[in-house]
């Protein structure tokens, strides 16, 4: 069974993704062993300069690699990331099932995203979209397109 890890920075603290994340979580674990680790995003100022930010994107990095399971295959969720249909998502989870990846690690940045080299580390760039989403939203997408792909994979009529 393909074993997927969701990192991300930032705490959800609406009862609406609250609940819907849940549901997801409960709907994919027939498919997989699902993990999902919250890190707490830095601290900055109301107006932050941009070493600030990336000083904090730093040490979220590094509170995230510290979180890593051994032989991760790590996939960004990032603005210049490859967007993808859930049909190629679910091309994707696929592939990785059949390569005999055991860890596939999804990363979600907080408000001002994921370091640059923690994304040079992923072996896959995803983006959701050019448009921008709330980082609370991004995670019940990703966990419903997951359970997406693991249903076209069956040929389910949910993603019809």
Not at 20 to 40: F, G, H, I, M, N
Not at 59 to 70: D, F, Q, S, T, W
Not at 90 to 112: C, D, E, H, M, P
Request: charged content about 25%; aromatic content about 6%.
């Amino acid at each position: 069974m393909l074993s997927i890890h969701i990192l991300c920075v930032g705490k959800l603290k609406e009862q609406f993704y609250i609940d819907a994340a849940q549901e997801y979580q409960k709907r994919l674990s027939p498919y997989c062993k699902l993990v999902l680790t919250e890190l707490p995003e830095e601290k900055l100022p109301k107006n932050p300069s941009q070493g600030e930010i990336d000083g904090a994107l730093r040490r979220e990095a590094a509170a995230i690699r510290a979180k890593l399971p051994p032989n991760a295959n790590l996939v960004a969720l990032c603005v210049e990331g490859r967007m993808r249909s859930s049909q190629e998502l679910a091309q994707l989870l696929a592939a990785w099932k059949q390569n005999s990846t055991r860890r596939l690690v999804f990363l979600i940045g907080g408000s001002y995203g994921l370091d640059e080299g923690l994304k040079a580390e992923a072996s896959a760039k995803l983006s959701m979209s050019p448009m921008t989403f709330p980082h609370h939203l991004a995670r019940v997408m990703l966990l419903e397109q997951i359970y997406r792909g693991f249903k076209i994979q069956e040929g389910s009529p949910y993603h019809k």
